[in-house]
């Protein structure tokens, strides 16, 4: 069992553009990752853009890991009173974990504060993870040595063909496999909604939600194995 901590960030954007439909962070890419590394001992705090309770999308409770976070009165207290980006005291983490869902596409990309704190903590030795939507929060992402997190290294994200298919890809602010090509990521996916996990030096990233159990066994293999300073 450890007593390393992860950091998890979830999304303050409650609605699809200007379409009106919610949205929030989705559950299940919260779940998941949450019960694997819980269930290995990992405190595990969340951050949100604009702290306190964050909006959920995705809460479907006949999926009994769902049913077991919703259930879960530490994570119900911690994901529902979220620490701002200010609170978030970057040393105390050993990793950060962008969760998806699609209001991450307008609160992410440009939050310059959980940018600075995932790139504090991957430069510390830490590890970066985002999956779905979640890896619109690595587009601004600069290491130490001023270089993109993402430059270079192989990532997974929602892909512009799902996009499509949900009828989105005219609603988003940006596409988000495209952005990530542009700013120098080599860019892998499986066919639409099928599990794809990526692992480049210590970022995971994952395709979509069917993705998430994935990510979460990729950072706790990876947690397993780095050690990062107190």
């Not at 909006?55 to 919703?70: E, H, K, Q, S, Y």
């Not at 310059?112 to 430069?123: K, P, Q, S, V």
């Not at 512009?160 to 996916?189: C, N, Q, S, W, Y």
Request: aromatic share 6%; charged share 20%; glycine share 10%.
């Amino acid at each position: 069992m450890s007593s390393a901590r992860v950091l998890f960030v979830v999304t303050s954007h409650g609605q699809k553009g200007d379409t009106g439909q919610p949205t929030g962070y989705y559950l299940p890419e919260v779940a998941h990752p949450w019960a694997i590394l819980t269930d290995l001992g990992y405190d595990i705090d969340f951050v949100s853009p604009q702290g306190g309770q964050p909006p959920a999308d995705g809460v479907n409770l006949t999926d009994p890991v769902n049913a077991r976070f919703v259930a879960d009165a530490v994570a119900q207290q911690k994901i529902n009173n979220s620490l701002t980006p200010a609170r978030v005291v970057p040393s105390r983490y050993a990793a950060i974990y962008y969760a998806g869902g699609h209001g991450t596409m307008w609160d992410f990309a440009e939050n310059e504060e959980l940018a600075r704190i995932a790139g504090h903590i991957y430069d510390r030795g830490g590890i970066v993870g985002a999956v779905c939507h979640g890896p619109a929060g690595l587009v601004n992402i600069r290491l130490a040595n001023g270089e993109l997190l993402v430059k270079g290294k192989v990532v997974s994200s929602f892909t512009d063909e799902e996009e499509a298919a949900v009828k989105l890809d005219h609603v988003v602010p940006f596409l988000l496999e495209t952005r990530l090509k542009e700013l120098g990521a080599i860019h892998r996916k499986s066919p639409n909604f099928q599990a794809h996990v990526e692992v480049a030096e210590r970022l995971v990233t994952g395709q979509n939600p069917a993705s998430a159990p994935g990510v979460g066994e990729a950072l706790a293999k990876l947690l397993a194995q780095v050690s990062v300073p107190a």
